[in-house]
């Protein structure tokens, strides 16, 4: 399954799960909008790749790489 740190600058997805059950990052995410059926668009990266921009709900947020691979989208 595709992660949210697989789009490309422009690229939208709608978010099917987060994984990391029973974690303070999943809840961190979830409080942070990233739930299931939300579409969410990469807006840049940063120049060495880490962290990236995302467009979440008509808000930008910015998240590591690390933890947008937790975010499965479609």
């Excluded at 940063?46 to 933890?67: H, M, Q």
């Amino acid at each position: 399954m595709k992660t949210l740190d697989s789009l490309n600058r422009g690229e939208s997805a709608e978010v099917v799960s987060v994984r990391g059950e029973g974690t303070s990052l999943r809840r961190r995410l979830l409080d942070m909008g990233i739930t299931p059926k939300t579409r969410v668009t990469m807006v840049r990266a940063a120049p060495l790749g880490d962290p990236i921009e995302l467009n979440v709900r008509g808000y930008s947020l910015t998240v590591r790489k690390s933890d947008a691979s937790l975010v499965e989208v479609q």
